[in-house]
């Protein structure tokens, strides 16, 4: 695999969201991720929310037992979760907000007003072997205050880029874009590794694939919702070869 690659982590979540919704165990989540590694996915990401709204323990421990790829375990910073982490060991914990009353994750961490109280968290991870991941804003002072919490991955939050993309207002949608692009630059400076996720379709997926130092986008709402339409496999392979162009653009 080439320094060019550009990985592709699904988020299963909503495959549970979709069975939760009726009870029972379909569609299971986890023969989605299974299907979803056999279509070109370089890993796996599922929220364990503290509602249990789509993911349950269960399936974060199936995952873990089953997949072939990396599991992603996105997760609150509460003691709880902390606990789960530590029992599964996924290959990696993202650390992004959360509160009850939001449909989705609605931006990204405050790591700076919230620097003490993620400290615990990011080193209890770090000494356990799982890589740590902060989902954060795109500003500089955010991927600062991500070193200074020793986390080695950061996650830049897209969703306001792909709201302005969606929306029809490019000048909007040109200064989100500058704020990502900055902001990878700055991470690849401090040695973090980038990631980027939330919002992203097949159009703003190819864009942000251009951007070199990004290693790795997140995507799931989306793709789960193309595949009701195409079917996940589809949806998948259509992901890949969009970021895949992407990419070629940013090396020719």
């Given at each position: 695999?080439?320094?060019a690659?550009?990985?592709?982590g699904?988020?299963?979540?909503?495959?549970?969201?979709?069975?939760?919704?009726?009870?029972?165990?379909?569609?299971?989540?986890?023969?989605?991720?299974?299907?979803?590694?056999?279509?070109?996915?370089?890993?796996?990401?599922?929220?364990?929310r503290?509602?249990?709204?789509?993911i349950?323990?269960?399936?974060?421990?199936?995952?873990?037992?089953?997949?072939?790829?990396?599991?992603?375990?996105?997760?609150?910073?509460?003691?709880?979760?902390?606990?789960?982490?530590?029992?599964?060991?996924?290959h990696?914990?993202?650390?992004?907000?959360?509160?009850?009353?939001?449909?989705?994750?609605?931006?990204?961490?405050?790591?700076?007003?919230?620097?003490?109280?993620?400290?615990?968290?990011?080193?209890?991870?770090?000494?356990?072997?799982?890589?740590?991941?902060?989902?954060?804003e795109?500003?500089?002072?955010?991927?600062?205050?991500?070193?200074?919490?020793?986390?080695p991955?950061?996650?830049?939050?897209t969703?306001?880029?792909?709201?302005?993309?969606?929306?029809?207002?490019?000048?909007?949608?040109?200064?989100?874009?500058?704020?990502?692009?900055?902001?990878?630059?700055?991470?690849?400076?401090?040695?973090?590794?980038?990631?980027?996720g939330?919002?992203?379709?097949?159009?703003?997926?190819?864009?942000?694939?251009?951007?070199?130092?990004?290693?790795?986008?997140?995507?799931?709402?989306?793709?789960?919702?193309?595949?009701?339409f195409v079917?996940?496999?589809?949806a998948?392979?259509?992901?890949?070869?969009?970021?895949?162009?992407?990419?070629?653009?940013?090396?020719?």
């Amino acid at each position: 695999m080439s320094a060019a690659h550009l990985r592709l982590g699904v988020n299963i979540d909503h495959v549970a969201t979709v069975r939760n919704a009726r009870g029972g165990g379909v569609p299971d989540p986890v023969r989605a991720a299974q299907m979803a590694i056999a279509a070109g996915a370089d890993g796996i990401t599922a929220h364990l929310r503290e509602d249990r709204r789509h993911i349950v323990d269960a399936d974060i421990v199936r995952l873990k037992e089953v997949i072939t790829k990396p599991l992603n375990f996105e997760m609150a910073s509460t003691a709880q979760m902390l606990d789960m982490a530590l029992q599964v060991r996924p290959h990696a914990a993202c650390l992004v907000p959360e509160k009850r009353t939001e449909r989705t994750t609605e931006g990204g961490l405050d790591v700076i007003g919230g620097f003490s109280y993620l400290a615990p968290f990011t080193d209890g991870l770090r000494r356990a072997g799982i890589r740590v991941s902060l989902f954060v804003e795109p500003s500089l002072e955010a991927l600062d205050a991500a070193l200074a919490l020793k986390a080695p991955v950061v996650e830049l939050h897209t969703g306001s880029w792909c709201h302005a993309v969606a929306s029809g207002d490019q000048t909007l949608a040109d200064q989100e874009f500058e704020r990502l692009r900055r902001a990878a630059e700055h991470a690849a400076r401090l040695g973090l590794e980038c990631h980027a996720g939330h919002g992203l379709d097949f159009v703003t997926a190819r864009q942000i694939a251009r951007l070199p130092q990004i290693v790795e986008l997140n995507i799931g709402h989306f793709l789960i919702g193309e595949a009701i339409f195409v079917g996940l496999t589809s949806a998948i392979q259509h992901m890949r070869a969009a970021m895949d162009e992407g990419r070629a653009q940013m090396m020719s």
